[in-house]
């Protein structure tokens, strides 16, 4: 079956067009996405562009040779500086429009002008270039765990080494009589990948921006808004799913600030809450990377202490108290504002739940608020220190 190339180029400006009108309404409904709107463009840009191509032969060469390429290449460039956008980086607009910029300067050289190898040695190497940037910003923010991530960073690799392999091949095989574009081959191939390609990245590029919405929604579902730690379902959950591994031992530790009342009524609630959230920051930089830290509310907090023995958990929370009271004592002097910590822990093996264990370190704490504040108590033990 032969396939007429200028109907391919059609299909590929109106797909292009459809698709970037998709990513604009997907803007209108997220205006604080800017990513949309830059690959909604984008995608309108290189619909104009397929559409000039097609029409070689119909309008002027400079449409359908100069400008259809210029608007090409700043559509690679502009769906790059998207993802930049979106993984939070400038957008850099003026190199994101270089590649279309360098073909204008080019296309006035009337050797690179009348050569069609050159042309697309050139236009091909700088869509590889494009997606070869478009590709390391995917690759950059994997720490972020969106599962479309890999299957967007496929396809734009994909469609980048299909342009590379144009490279040596126009520089090997003879031009068409006459220099038409049209008459290529290639031109079939680099319609399907378009096709394929503008399909397939606008799905996973949609899908990135929802799995991302839906990441911030749950981040901030299970999110304490005042200290940013966990708040107590979350907490409560992922303590309950570590717990579940009888083979991993664990420790709690409970805090509680002591005459955190009289903060508030001695310099206001900004100030106590300015407190809270000092004592998160802190208890967040001096306990472990592994611990399951959040706020239980008021002036409580938990931690989840997994793989740790009852000593190495005790030895967390005295670092834990003594900081606080140092800069306590230096920024809040004569309110002896302190921390009291309960510590429980579930030995390997122990099937014990976390409203057990949590039972278990609150006893611990009361007995340290009994015996003078200030302290870390051990569940059924001796206190661990004192102040």
């Known amino acids: 079956m032969i396939l007429d190339r200028s109907t391919l180029l059609v299909v590929t400006c109106v797909l292009t067009f459809a698709v970037g009108c998709l990513f604009v309404l997907s803007w209108s409904q997220a205006r604080d996405t800017r990513a949309l709107a830059t690959w909604g463009l984008a995608h309108l840009v290189a619909s104009a562009g397929s559409g000039l191509i097609a029409l070689r032969g119909v309008v002027p060469d400079a449409l359908s040779i100069g400008l259809a390429n210029v608007l090409i290449l700043s559509a690679y460039g502009l769906l ?5 956008l979106f993984e939070g980086r400038p957008a850099l607009p003026v190199a994101a429009l270089a590649g279309g910029a360098a073909w204008i300067v080019l296309c ?27 590709a390391r910003e995917v690759w950059r923010g994997r720490d972020e765990a969106l599962v479309s991530r890999y299957p967007a960073l496929a396809l734009i690799a994909t469609c980048g080494i299909v342009y590379a392999v144009r490279v040596p091949i126009a520089i090997l095989t003879v031009p068409a009589p006459g220099n038409d574009l049209l008459e290529s081959p290639w031109v079939v191939a680099v319609c399907f990948v378009s096709m ?17 919405a839906e990441h911030v929604q749950r981040r901030a579902a299970e999110t304490d808004p005042l200290t940013g730690l966990l708040n107590r379902r979350a907490l409560t959950e992922r303590s309950a799913a570590i717990l579940a591994h009888r083979s991993r031992p664990a420790c709690l530790l409970v805090f509680d600030l002591d005459h955190f009342k009289r903060v508030n009524d001695t310099y206001g609630h900004e100030v106590g809450d300015g407190v809270l959230v000092g004592f998160a ?10 611990a399951v830290l959040g706020r239980l509310g008021g002036e409580e907090f938990a931690c989840l202490l997994p793989d740790r023995s009852l000593d190495e958990a005790a030895a967390a929370a005295g670092r834990v108290r003594l900081a606080m009271a140092e800069i306590a004592r230096a920024q809040l002097p004569g309110l002896a504002l302190g921390v009291s910590v309960g510590v429980a822990q579930r030995p390997r093996g122990r099937a014990i739940g976390f409203s057990a264990l949590m039972r278990e370190a609150d006893a611990a704490l009361y007995r340290a608020k009994g015996a003078g504040r200030n302290r870390v108590e051990l569940a059924r033990s001796r206190p661990a220190a004192a102040a």
Do not use: D, H, M
């Open 196 to 212: 394929l390609f503008t399909v397939g990245i606008a799905f996973t590029l949609i899908t990135l921006t929802k799995e991302r």
């Open 80 to 84: 790059w500086s998207g993802l930049r």
């Open 281 to 290: 920051t802190l208890a967040r930089g001096l306990l472990p990377p592994e």
């Open 108 to 134: 006035l050289v009337p050797s690179f002008y009348a050569s069609l190898s050159a042309r697309i040695v050139v236009a091909s190497c700088l869509v590889t270039l494009y997606c070869a940037l478009a």
